[in-house]
């Protein structure tokens, strides 16, 4: 099974789980997008509930950490975000997706464009997902914005204590960033 045809079997399983009907050849940009979404979610939650907050916080027994190598921890569930968007792109190369911040502990996770500007800022302060287009190295994308919050005490304590957070007042709840899905499309 070709990557494609794996991400259509996993959009399609999606939404068939969320009641919606499926169609062969109608999934549209933002159906792809919001189901791609949802399955990075839950992993995305699992990781930092199950793993890093249960094995740090409740049990103490690893800590997570952004030099997790060097001292034979866990990898930061933003770290591991990054790994499977990183895997995913060299496997695929047909979407791609991230996690953005307006205020990123590593500098290279701040908007750089000014679509994800908008995006971040309006996730930011709605906590809604935000929706648009783009063009890219002359590409077009369906560009979709979704809140990133922090799910568990992990979560705000790594972003409120770390010495390159720019932001310190994060509570359980907030949002603290924004992952950022682009699918390509066709004018």
């Not at 049990?59 to 770290?79: C, F, N, S, V």
């Amino acid at each position: 099974m070709n990557a494609r045809t794996l991400s259509l079997f996993v959009i399609g399983a999606t939404m068939m789980a969320c009641g919606k009907r499926v169609e062969p050849g109608s999934v549209s940009p933002q159906a792809m997008a919001d189901a791609l979404y949802s399955v990075m979610s839950a992993d995305r939650e699992v990781y930092a509930r199950e793993v890093v907050n249960r094995l740090e916080y409740q049990e103490r027994l690893i800590k997570a950490d952004e030099h997790y190598k060097d001292t034979k921890g866990l990898p930061l569930p933003a770290q591991m975000f990054r790994m499977g968007a990183e895997l995913s792109h060299r496997q695929n190369g047909s979407f791609s997706y991230s996690l953005l911040s307006p205020w990123p502990i590593n500098k290279l996770n701040g908007p750089k464009t000014e679509v994800e500007q908008m995006g971040l800022r309006t996730v930011a302060e709605t906590g809604k997902n935000y929706y648009t287009e783009e063009t890219l190295g002359g590409r077009h994308y369906f560009a979709a914005f979704y809140p990133d919050k922090a799910v568990v005490d992990a979560c705000s304590n790594c972003h409120n204590n770390h010495a390159d957070s720019p932001r310190k007042d994060f509570k359980v709840g907030d949002v603290i960033g924004g992952v950022v899905i682009r699918v390509p499309i066709e004018r």
